[in-house]
């Protein structure tokens, strides 16, 4: 990858944007690289519990490397996963798409840590993970409609259900720049934190999540995930329990009560 670095520490994986002379800012090439990463993570997770999305230098992602546009270079229409698409700018925005949602779609946790800039395309991926930690500082904004365009790689998705359809509204159709603090305020993250301590804090939660059972907090993920969609009582009821009685039949089930008993940490398997 030459847009994006991986590696895996134990049980925790770092994605990092390694564009930091721009910003971080995004291009087709990025795009292709971070869905390659996670089909192969989906496929394999190779112990990954928990996942750090973060960028390189002093930026999360300013957004579009705006040169992908002026420089000619057109949107991926290749196979969009299950779909048939006639129309190839819908599939290239389709499968541009696909480089954000599969973190959603994953069933180990997705933590995203900001500092600097988190604007248009930035803010969209960071808000297609799990949790958001941002640095104080950081200015965030979903800004595409500067451009004559709108939030499409997942913004109309996820800010409604982090923020509320009428703030989401306001922060698209304004074009506002907002500061951490208030993303803070309205939900756009769950910690504020210094600069300087954005990895620490993200290597700390990142830790604290690997460490619990991973059948039962993918099986929480789904649930919680099919309720947040606006599906049934009983769609996120049944997925509960068909996860819990996964977890009730597993053999970390056994090793968290032997822990308890014997006064240890748990060490889990994810089986």
């Given at each position: 990858m030459e847009t994006l670095k991986f590696e895996q520490d134990g049980h925790v994986g770092w994605l990092r944007l390694n564009?930091?002379?721009?910003?971080?800012?995004?291009?087709?090439?990025?795009w292709a690289e971070m869905r390659e990463l996670g089909q192969q993570l989906l496929a394999d997770a190779a112990?990954?519990?928990?996942?750090v999305v973060i960028g390189e230098g002093?930026?999360?992602?300013?957004?579009?490397d705006l040169s992908t546009f002026s420089e000619g270079q057109a949107l991926d229409p290749g196979p969009v996963a299950e779909r048939a698409v006639e129309d190839e700018m819908?599939?290239?925005i389709l499968r541009a798409q696909e480089a954000f949602t599969w973190l959603e779609d994953a069933s180990f946790?997705?933590?995203?840590?900001l500092r600097g800039y988190a604007l248009g395309a930035g803010i969209q991926l960071a808000m297609a993970c799990d949790l958001r930690i941002v640095a104080r500082g950081t200015r965030l904004g979903v800004f595409e409609q500067k451009y004559g365009i709108l939030p499409d790689l997942g913004g109309t998705h996820w800010l409604p259900r982090l923020v509320g359809p009428a703030r989401a509204k306001e922060l698209t159709w304004t074009v506002a720049e907002i500061d951490a603090e208030e993303a803070h305020r309205i939900g756009l993250c769950e910690h504020l934190v210094d600069d300087a301590d954005l990895e620490k804090v993200a290597e700390d939660l990142a830790a604290t999540i690997a460490a619990q059972p991973p059948l039962a907090v993918a099986g929480a993920k789904a649930a919680i995930n099919r309720?947040?969609?606006?599906?049934s009582r009983e769609a996120v009821l049944r997925?509960?329990?068909e996860r819990q009685a996964e977890c009730l039949r597993s053999k970390d089930f056994a090793e968290a009560i032997t822990a308890f008993l014997e006064g240890?940490?748990?060490e889990y398997q994810g089986a």
């Open positions: 564009r930091p002379e721009k910003l971080n800012a995004m291009t087709v090439q990025m112990g990954l519990r928990c996942l002093r930026a999360f992602s300013a957004g579009i819908v599939a290239g946790p997705t933590i995203a840590a309720a947040a969609h606006g599906e997925e509960t329990a240890r940490p748990p």
